[in-house]
């Protein structure tokens, strides 16, 4: 925060205080506020809540000495913050996370009262190097809360109190008390140069956290159908987040949630009959899907007698009729290899399960909430509420023909998912426009005993429409939808135009060229996507995402290939880093611009740790911009190689030299959580 900004925020938050004030005073005045208080069941509960709240102090001061008698680094780790505190040196430590911990157990310490409440702790922008590292601006709310419970403490005792009761860290140089009772806090250099070291000899290793089985739905596309960009979204989030839970330690299942199974198949297999009466001995070369699609459909539309066939054929199927399974599969099958191809070419991993799975499935959760007697008759159909009855919309459980709906299958999978494949946490990687679907399959679930929120958790990963450079939803010009291997091969053309127009390739071989072109390509689709905020919309431009200044792929991509190429071009070899430390050459962090680029690094765990609770990716491209941005105030800054006139190398910074590797190891690990694939050369 810039000082002024710092200001306006105290004077806020003085502002809210005052008023805060104003309207406890009324209401004592009035008598309000005290309402409750010969309520017996209240002040019992009170009562209770107050031994509690003394009793955890007495545990939280038994901590905090504990840990300073120790003093250790693992000392502090032992009890409260498994999240926060590294259990070997190869762990990386948020120290956002580690800082909240130490403050919050203080803040119970300090103010039994308050025990529970959380600190609130933020990086301080590196613009402002006065207010510390990290801040903790929890002492005004606190003294609001104190305040309303009859005790009258300014915020600045109240930052003094945290402070004076917080335990000995390694991690901190020295905290500070500033305005209003802003804690500002100073991160250790010692602390540092041991964990750059760390992640120099151990890799870039992810924080502790508690490891969970989750479940990842994503890309999800819809068989016979187009891939589209909405899917092409949901295919780029969804890899991404399962790249950074999996790199968390988390058990991640990727599942392809394919929209193979419904009335459409009806129709595709009465025209497979008609078109290839052979196929079931003879695989039949359907060739174009999307042509075969638009023709069974133009006939089920036109033509009555082909209608009732193609409703006749979905009874035939959902029954096992072996033809009509064949060819069905058949059409799955072309299907899902056009599918396989973009995945390929992406570097796509999933299982495909799609919705056919559940067809037994459906028929047994059906069983289930007719047994909880929560299916009703509706016009003839056979539907559920997800909540109270006749609020908002409810679920088709069974159609009037019998057929079961999207709805029906949801709730068999969540069902799976939960029951079977006993995942805890539930990711649907999927547009906003299923929002409410989403959020009446997880009701219905909870309503039917599957879903318990107490334990489960389930999120709607959403993300806005892909709109063309006019504004308008992406579509080709004349005007159908955009064919994803199309929009690929475009991608790799325009990145081709511009490596030759950067003369790469008279620089590069044929596969580096080769290489670079897809690296480019396939990396600035994946980042131009990610970079927005996945809840809006988003313009498509291979113009801008392949600009090389700016937050994109091409830019970073750059960026890391000339930080590597520094170890490489220094006359030394630095292929074992761990040989390089154990020869002693060690990082100094004295030049302002190392220090900040060490400190920039060192909040790798704390971006995971956030990502990893809002799923929002374009937190981890922003840092990648940070690292790299502050990468080169440093390089500019400090030499790593010193030449003499005649160019020749005359000495060589080895600490800086590792803290260029350090710089390039976060950023490499970064890419791989994007889907970004550095090449060495570009
Ligand atoms: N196939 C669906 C579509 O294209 C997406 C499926 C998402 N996953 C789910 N469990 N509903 O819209």
């Not at 495909?352 to 929560?374: A, D, T, W």
Request: with cysteine; charged share 25%.
């Amino acid at each position: 925060m810039c000082s002024l900004e710092h200001e306006a925020a105290v004077v806020d938050e003085m502002e809210q205080l005052t008023a805060h004030l104003r309207t406890q005073i009324e209401n004592t005045k009035r008598g309000e506020g005290f309402e409750f208080e010969d309520d017996e069941e209240y002040a019992k509960l009170k009562m209770e809540n107050t031994k509690l709240k003394h009793r955890l102090a007495i545990l939280n001061k038994a901590i905090v000495a504990e840990e300073n008698s120790q003093g250790s680094p693992s000392a502090v780790v032992t009890q409260y913050a498994s999240a926060a505190l590294p259990t070997t040196d190869s762990e990386m430590i948020s120290i956002t996370e580690h800082i909240t911990d130490l403050f919050t157990k203080a803040i119970a310490v300090a103010f039994p009262q308050l025990a529970g409440t959380s600190a609130i702790i933020s990086p301080v922008s590196a613009t402002t190097p006065k207010f510390g590292d990290y801040q903790c601006n929890s002492p005004m709310s606190l003294a609001k809360t104190l305040k309303a419970s009859g005790i009258n403490k300014s915020p600045r005792d109240i930052a003094n109190e945290i402070v004076k009761h917080a335990a000995q860290s390694p991690l901190l140089d020295r905290t500070e008390i500033a305005g209003a009772g802003f804690i500002n806090v100073f991160i250790k250099k010692d602390y540092a140069v041991s964990a750059i070291s760390n992640l120099l000899r151990y890799g870039v290793k992810p924080p502790a956290c508690r490891k969970q089985r989750i479940l990842v739905d994503f890309s999800s596309p819809n068989i016979a159908k187009q891939m589209h960009v909405g899917h092409l979204r949901s295919t780029i989030i969804g890899e991404s987040i399962c790249r950074l839970l999996e790199f968390l330690g988390h058990d991640v299942l990727r599942i392809n949630h394919l929209g193979d199974w419904g009335t459409q198949f009806g129709m595709l297999i009465a025209h497979l009959e008609d078109r290839f009466p052979n196929f079931v001995t003879e695989s039949p070369p359907i060739g174009d899907l999307q042509a075969f699609y638009k023709e069974s459909k133009k006939r089920f539309d036109e033509d009555e007698v082909f209608k009732k066939r193609a409703y006749n054929c979905v009874v035939l199927l959902q029954n096992g009729d072996p033809n009509s399974i064949k060819a069905w599969t058949q059409i799955c099958d072309v299907s899902r290899e056009e599918f396989q191809k973009i995945y390929d070419r992406l570097d796509i991993t999933l299982k495909p399960l799609g919705e056919s799975f559940y067809q037994s499935r459906m028929k047994e959760v059906i069983k289930l909430l007719e047994s909880k007697n929560l299916l009703e008759e509706d016009d003839g159909r056979i539907i559920m509420w997800p909540g109270e009855r006749s609020s908002g919309i409810p679920l088709t459980i069974v159609k009037s023909d019998g057929g079961f709906t999207y709805d029906t299958s949801d709730m068999a999978a969540i069902r799976y998912r939960l029951e079977e494949q006993k995942a805890e946490w539930l990711i649907y990687v999927v547009d906003s426009g299923q929002s409410t679907h989403l959020q009446n399959i997880y009701r219905a679930a909870e309503r039917a005993g599957i879903f318990n929120p107490k334990i489960h958790r389930a999120d709607h990963v959403n993300f806005g429409v892909v709109l063309g450079e006019d504004g308008k939803k992406f579509k080709t010009r004349s005007g159908e939808t955009v064919k994803l291997s199309d929009l690929l091969d475009e991608g790799l053309k325009r990145a081709l135009d511009k490596l030759l127009e950067k003369e790469r390739d008279k620089v590069l071989t044929p596969e580096e060229l080769k290489a670079a072109q897809e690296s480019v390509a396939y990396g600035c689709i994946k980042y131009a996507d990610l970079s927005h905020n996945r809840t809006s919309e988003y313009v498509f431009s291979f113009d801008k995402m392949l600009e090389d200044r700016g937050n994109t792929a091409v830019y970073l991509l750059y960026a890391f290939t000339r930080i590597c190429s520094i170890s490489r071009n220094c006359g030394e070899d630095f292929s074992d880093l761990a040989k390089v430390l154990d020869s002693g050459a060690t990082i100094e962090l004295d030049h302002e611009k190392e220090w900040k680029l060490a400190k920039t690094l060192l909040k790798f765990p704390d971006v995971l740790i956030k990502i990893s609770k809002d799923l929002l990716l374009h937190t981890l491209c922003e840092f990648c911009y940070e690292i790299c941005t502050v990468f080169s105030e440093f390089y500019d800054s400090c030499y790593c190689i010193e030449k003499n006139k005649s160019g020749e190398i005359v000495k060589v910074n080895h600490g800086r030299i590792l803290l260029c590797e350090a710089t390039a190891a976060v950023l490499k690990q970064c890419f791989y959580i994007l889907g970004l694939k550095p090449v060495s050369k570009i």
